[in-house]
């Protein structure tokens, strides 16, 4: 494998890991605060619906990616209400927010655009254009490093360094604030951060909202950067995929990043190599291809070491009297 290939995979792998990256860092922080929420799949959905939908008629993305992160932010709060404000099934209430997205985007999508559900193409202004970084020109015939440089960092669009910045964002928030004190503490004892004074609801909605507006950046990059538009399903399991990188990394902001990278080169190999030739035996189009869902089941059932959730996670906290 010669250095130029290295380099498209390293190129495909951070496209492709930015919306798991989004993701998992949303269930991280919902994940934090006791909330747990497998339905970050459907407002991933929705935001790359509505974000894709919104820019194709005013030709703006970034009122797209506004209409698409209100879309997720939606969602979420409906996930809070039932789960935070009436003390519903955490599992259930996902699990129904990924059903009613899957029905509204097609639904919604097919009375606007008469498209079987996806949306017009969109060009110039309507889609987030790639940023070339200062210096990339200049770095490039450095050896090694400057194409690493130039084509691996550069030539992104703004979500794919939102999404790098929110890593260190999120670790500073979450280990070197209060709030990220008390976001952790309510993920592990609730009765104790209400007892010191503070608000277990309003902790919890906070985290679900923090969720949402991430989930809102993946879905809008999945439809106005990652690709043109909006197609049926097109979260295609991402939503899950971050889930499974959430347990690998152990709920911690760095290790999600190597996580979702991971994942993001898995996918980038299947589609960069539709066969793969492993000592002597051709693997098939289909095995390469499904080769991050293979590892997400693999990390699920368990074989990456023992990953200990918040105590208090999937649990609704009831005041004592």
Request: with cysteine.
């Amino acid at each position: 494998m010669d250095l130029a290939t290295v380099i498209q995979l390293l190129d495909s792998t951070l496209r492709l890991a930015t919306p798991l990256l989004l993701a998992c860092l949303a269930g991280l922080f919902s994940e934090r605060a006791g909330i747990f929420d497998i339905g970050l799949e459907g407002k991933m959905l929705a935001a790359a619906f509505f974000s894709a939908a919104v820019a194709a008629m005013t030709g703006n993305v970034w009122i797209g990616l506004l209409a698409g992160t209100a879309a997720s932010l939606a969602l979420a709060a409906l996930h809070g209400l039932a789960s935070i404000t009436f003390r519903g099934n955490q599992l259930i209430s996902g699990v129904a927010i990924n059903f009613l997205a899957s029905g509204l985007t097609v639904l919604i999508g097919q009375t606007w655009f008469q498209l079987g559900g996806r949306t017009p193409s969109l060009e110039g202004a309507a889609r987030f254009q790639e940023i070339t970084l200062p210096l990339a020109g200049v770095l490039e015939p450095v050896p090694v490093i400057g194409p690493l440089y130039a084509n691996v960092l550069s030539g992104h669009t703004i979500l794919v360094y939102v999404g790098l910045l929110a890593v260190p964002a999120t670790w500073y928030v979450l280990f070197r604030t209060r709030f990220g004190l008390r976001l952790r503490a309510v993920g592990e004892n609730p009765g104790a951060v209400d007892t010191a004074g503070v608000s277990v609801v309003g902790l919890r909605f906070s985290a679900v909202l923090i969720c949402g507006l991430l989930c809102g950046l993946a879905g809008a990059y999945l439809a106005t950067g990652l690709s043109a538009g909006f197609v049926k399903e097109m979260s295609a399991g991402r939503g899950f995929i971050a889930l499974a990188a959430l347990i690998f990394a152990k709920w911690r902001p760095w290790y999600a990043l190597a996580a979702c990278l991971l994942f993001g080169l898995l996918e980038a190999l299947g589609n960069r190599f539709q066969s793969l030739e492993v000592l002597g035996v051709t693997l098939p189009t289909q095995f390469m291809q499904a080769l991050p869902y293979i590892l997400t089941v693999v990390i699920l059932a368990g074989f990456v070491g023992k990953a200990i959730p918040p105590r208090a996670g999937g649990a609704a906290y009831v005041k004592e009297r």
